[in-house]
């Protein structure tokens, strides 16, 4: 009988234990975020990357870049007004969102305001018929492919208006525009608010917080930008460039809108920030804002220059294309766009790093646990990601040419974090052939290193030495600019 026992006790034991080795391993979790983080309205606003500012009003008809307000609507007639060529211009640019000044300072409305004549009602274009916003917001619906969103400016300061100077008087008409333009015109993705005004403007308070409470009860998805934000942070100037060290989060506590002293302070952001407010680069492609026939557009080396400095700083680039008085964009800008845009493909098309072998420090999970380095070359940049193992002293990541092949010609290292769980790197280091060429801070959602030369080499080692967490990234490209000549 015991030996019976024995028997059935055995082949229990032996059961259990082939179900316990053929139970699958527990599948390893993804780490913690390292808060703040952004909204889902913010991280689509990151990965646009290039977006387009339209300055475009009286100022385009009086060859002046800030208007008085005296203005006579009737100098608004720009006979060959086609939004349709704006808008397939921006395509073709590889654009993804496109911002209107529906005001500008001068008071002058480009949509048909219940609230005041100053606006293109009392113009002769369109036999005052006309709607400039209307037109816009429709040709990024129908010639936009689906891939185009649209924003509006609505200026703060308004030289024309009586009402300005008087707080309430003027908050409530701002307010009544401010509801015109969300309820009847669709979708807007970004509403652009500034304190800007010259020193000779009244005094006047805005009531900011009333006007984005607005903002946010009509359009839940929109994007509010300020110096403040809440959404999306000024640079703090109108170069395009962003700081060497660029942190998409920062105290919106210390920052307040129209004040001049906080400059560096939005260039850089704060890695002991609080909210996530990132920062998005406003630059024209002219030396001013509004078209005039005597300027013309940058170089393409400024406009790459730009480009490093801001979407390759963690930044989103904000670039002006304002129409002539005809309501075309000028053949010259677009003949630019063309170029910037071929440009950029032919650096970033082609990834070096993809026909190389990736080794790592360590492994979140070890090897199949869905955080290894093959995700650094995949296609997607925010949601699969390499992650190293917790408690090891140093994380690094090593790109390698397969032996018995020729090595690699680049000029160009890009490194992208996955935002979505928040900003981490705080300093990096990379390694040529076992040579340092770059000594980093910040990495953020895209990160350009322009190297001093063409490098040929057979390895490239990137190390992270101090984060907010565990490194994780999402994406590494080695990249070579012809464009590039230091």
């Known amino acids: 009988m015991a030996k019976f026992w024995y028997l059935v006790c055995m082949i229990t034991f032996l059961e259990l234990s082939k179900l316990a080795i053929s139970r699958p391993e527990q599948v390893p979790t993804p ?13 689509k606003w990151q990965r646009r990357e290039l977006i387009m500012f339209l300055h475009f009003g009286v100022n385009t008809f009086t060859d002046s870049e800030r208007g008085t307000g005296k203005e006579n609507p009737s100098i608004f007639n720009p006979v060959g007004l086609d939004t349709k060529q704006w808008v397939t211009v921006a395509a073709e640019a590889g654009i993804s969102l496109m911002i209107l000044t529906a005001k500008h300072h001068d008071g002058f409305c480009l949509w048909p305001s219940k609230y005041t004549h100053h606006s293109v009602i009392s113009s002769p274009w369109r036999n005052g018929h006309g709607d400039v916003v209307q037109e816009f917001i429709d040709s990024v619906k129908t010639h936009g492919g689906g891939g185009i969103d649209a924003g509006l400016y609505l200026s703060p300061w308004d030289r024309h208006d ?6 309430l008087q003027y908050n409530e008409y701002y307010l009544a525009q401010l509801q015109e333009l969300l309820t009847k015109y669709g979708s807007v993705k970004e509403i652009w608010f500034d304190g800007f005004k010259g020193k000779d403007a009244k005094n006047m308070s805005y009531y900011f917080s009333n006007w984005f409470a607005m903002v946010r009860e009509l359009q839940s998805s929109i994007n509010i930008f300020s110096d403040a934000g809440p959404d999306v942070r000024w640079v703090g100037n109108e170069k395009g460039f962003a700081g060497n060290t660029s942190w998409s989060t920062i105290n919106s506590t210390l920052l307040s809108i129209g ?31 509004f078209w005039h026939k005597s300027q013309s557009p940058k170089k393409l080396s400024q406009l790459l220059d730009i480009y490093y400095n801001s979407v ?13 008085s005809t309501g075309l964009i000028s053949e010259s800008d677009i003949h630019r ?4 845009r071929a440009a950029i493909d032919t650096i970033f098309s082609t990834n070096l790093a993809e026909k190389c072998i990736v080794k790592v420090s360590s492994q979140r999970g070890g090897k199949g646990g869905g955080f290894g380095p093959e995700n650094v070359l995949d296609n997607d940049h925010v949601w699969t990601y390499w992650s190293p ?41 990379i390694y040529v052939d076992g040579k340092k060429v770059v000594q980093g801070t910040t990495v953020g959602y895209k990160r350009l290193h322009r190297l001093e030369k063409v490098l040929h080499c057979r390895a490239v080692r990137i190390i992270v030495k101090e984060s907010k967490g565990l490194p994780l990234i999402s994406s590494i490209g080695l990249h070579l600019d012809p464009y590039w000549k230091p």
């Open 337 to 340: 766009l063309k170029e910037f």
């Open 31 to 43: 780490p913690l975020p390292v808060l703040p983080l952004p909204t889902f309205s913010q991280l």
């Open 162 to 167: 009586k009402r300005y100077g008087h707080d």
């Open 312 to 324: 390759g700083r963690n930044c989103v680039m904000l670039l002006n294309v304002p129409p002539n």
């Open 259 to 289: 004040n001049a002293s906080i400059g560096d302070y939005l260039n850089t952001g704060d890695p002991k920030g609080t909210n996530w407010l990132p920062a998005e680069c406003d630059v024209s492609i002219r030396e001013g804002w």
């Open 389 to 429: 193992k917790e408690n090891k002293n140093e994380h690094w990541i090593e790109i390698k040419v397969p032996n018995g092949e020729e090595g690699m010609k680049f000029n160009v290292v890009r490194i992208q974090e996955p935002i979505g769980l928040g900003q981490r790197i705080i300093k990096h280091e």
